[in-house]
Each structure stands twice: as C-alpha cells, then as structure tokens.
T-cell receptor
Framework: AQKITQTQPGMFVQEKEAVTLDCTYD???????LFWYKQPSSGEMIFLIY??????QNATEGRYSLNFQKARKSANLVISASQLGDSAMYFC????????????FGSGTKLNVKP | DVKVTQSSRYLVKRTGEKVFLECVQD?????MFWYRQDPGLGLRLIYF???????EKGDIPEGYSVSREKKERFSLILESASTNQTSMYLC??????????????FGSGTQLSVL
C-alpha cells in the first residue's frame, strides 16, 4: 500500500486566492512526522512545514498551514493568498519512528497560479 | 546558509558508461541520501548512509552503488548506465538527532540522460 497519497496531479488557483493540496498517509506507527516540500522549476526541494503526530495544534509557517486530521490520516497543505512564485511541484512526505531514516514521499501536485 | 551541492545540473551519458554523481554537504550532517525522481512516482530512495563508510539500500538500489569516504561527500555510482536510469537524481542530508522534526536538506538535483 502507498504510504503517502497525493491525489491531485495538477491544480490551478487564481492569484491571491487560497488553495488546499491534499495528502493522505498510511502508518501504524504511534509516532511520526509529516513534511511538505516545494520544488520550483529550478529543481531544488524547499522545506515548507512540519507537523508531528502528537502536536495538538496545526502547524503554520507564514502563508502555509497544515490541516492535520489524525483520525482521517490526512495532512493537507493550505496556501493562503497565492502568489505567482507559488507555482511549483509540492510533495508531502512522512517519517516513521520505527524506520527513522526513511522518508516516504507522495507523487506530488503541480500547482499553477494564474495572474 | 546550509548547503548541499551536486556537482552537475545536467549530464548526458551513453549506455554502458560508468557514471559518478557527486554530492557534498557543509552542515556536518551524519545522514546522506540519494533519491531518484520520476514523473508520477515522486521520490524513491536509492541508498542512504548514516556514517562514513556505512550505507544501507533503499527501495530501488539495483544498478547503483554508493561511496562515502568522507563525512561531507556521498557519491552515487551507476556501474553501467542504462536508458531506464534516465531520471532526476536528488541528494539530501540530515542530522541524526533522533528528533522527528529533523528535515532533509536537498541539493538542486542532477538531470541525467542516458542515450
């Protein structure tokens, strides 16, 4: 079974609007971490936000927030007030406590921000 | 600023050639990783190293080997390149603190084409 599932291969959003990128995960570990990365056309993966499985509150970093629903095993990324520079690939990733050095990545979502 | 440097951004090789992809990090990280990125498949782990001269296979090690003679440098070797190894290769590093929120730092990637 897939550890990380991103069901939206591509998405469009109007500049200045909010957008949600979906991510669901599969784990039986009691403790894990969830990450979102951005990959612009330049190729480098840029860390955006982290959520720990025991964190009580949803993580936020500037315009990025993580809508963490543990019971549903979802960790959606919300980008508020989209900018043209947000156009990129976005990857969701998970790290489990029992396989600590391994990060599982989803297949990614290509976001296009329209002016 | 932290840095993971991959020696080449683009590389074109012929089938059967021995190919070396080099990665250097300046953050004194214990862990280093090689991923392969293909459209629709996300990132897949080829090998990782948790210390000098130590390595472990990832999900797709076949056709690849690695070398880590110094802490800061991790090399990926394609012993006899084949066309199905045409891909984007990403190097990453991380601390080994045992904390869940330790993230991966990535290089800019090497787009390898095998003709």
């Amino acid at each position: 079974a897939q550890k990380i599932t991103q069901t939206q291969p591509g998405m469009f959003v109007q500049e200045k609007e909010a957008v949600t990128l979906d991510c669901t995960y599969d784990t039986s570990d009691p403790s894990y971490g969830l990450f979102w990365y951005k990959q612009p056309s330049s190729g480098e993966m840029i860390f955006l936000i982290y959520q720990g499985s025991y964190d009580q509150q949803n993580a936020t970093e500037g315009r990025y927030s993580l809508n963490f629903q543990k019971a549903r095993k979802s960790a959606n990324l919300v980008i508020s007030a989209s900018q043209l520079g947000d156009s990129a690939m976005y990857f969701c990733a998970m790290r489990e406590i029992y396989n600590f050095n391994k990060f599982y990545f989803g297949s990614g979502t290509k976001l296009n921000v329209k002016p | 600023d932290v840095k993971v440097t991959q020696s080449s951004r683009y590389l074109v090789k012929r089938t059967g050639e021995k190919v070396f992809l080099e990665c250097v990090q300046d953050m004194d990280h214990e862990n280093m990783f090689w991923y392969r990125q293909d459209p629709g498949l996300g990132l897949r782990l080829i090998y990782f190293s948790y210390d000098v001269k130590m390595k472990e296979k990832g999900d797709i090690p076949e056709g690849y080997s690695v070398s880590r003679e110094k802490k800061e440098r991790f090399s990926l070797i394609l012993e006899s390149a084949s066309t199905n190894q045409t891909s984007m290769y990403l190097c990453a590093s991380s601390l080994s603190s045992g904390q869940h929120n330790e993230k991966l730092f990535f290089g800019s990637g090497t787009q390898l084409s095998v003709l």
